[in-house]
């Protein structure tokens, strides 16, 4: 099992920027055959897909222009910048981690919190984002 650990929420103000990091461990986490997602989940909404990388061959997709992912090379530490925060932005963050087998690639559309997919997952951390 892959355990994950989020940090870098707060409280920021519209317009504000943050950066999530999420920490990945575990003897059977290997980035090589991973995907790495964050996830966002707002209160009383379903939780949706924000930006995921794969580490099979480095490409990242974003479903929030605003959202950028990157890994910090080697160290299995994930990150989420976020830009031009708005108060819809505000809910609870969460990273996750896909095992990919040999044969899959991994496209935007798979960037779903999808838990047959992605079957770890961390504890999340809160974003608000005041007016």
């Known amino acids: 099992e892959v355990q994950l650990v989020e940090s870098g929420g707060g409280l920021v103000q519209a317009g504000g920027s943050l950066r999530l990091s999420c920490a990945a461990s575990?003897?059977?986490?290997?980035?090589?055959?991973?995907?790495i997602g964050w996830f966002r989940q707002a209160p009383g909404k379903e939780r949706e897909g924000v930006s995921c990388?794969?580490?099979?061959?480095g490409n990242t997709f974003s479903l929030k222009d605003q959202f950028t992912i990157s890994e910090d090379n080697g160290k299995n530490t994930f990150y989420l910048q976020m830009n031009d925060l708005k108060p819809e932005d505000t809910a609870v963050y969460y990273c996750?981690?896909?095992?990919?087998?040999?044969?899959?690639?991994?496209?935007?559309?798979?960037?779903?919190?999808?838990?047959?997919?992605?079957?770890?997952w961390g504890q999340g951390t809160q974003v608000t984002v005041v007016a």
């Open positions: 996750a981690a896909a095992f990919l087998p040999p044969t899959f690639i991994f496209r935007k559309g798979a960037c779903v919190p999808n838990r047959a997919l992605f079957g770890s």
């Open positions: 575990g003897p059977e986490f290997d980035f090589n055959d991973h995907a």
């Open positions: 990388i794969s580490g099979r061959d």
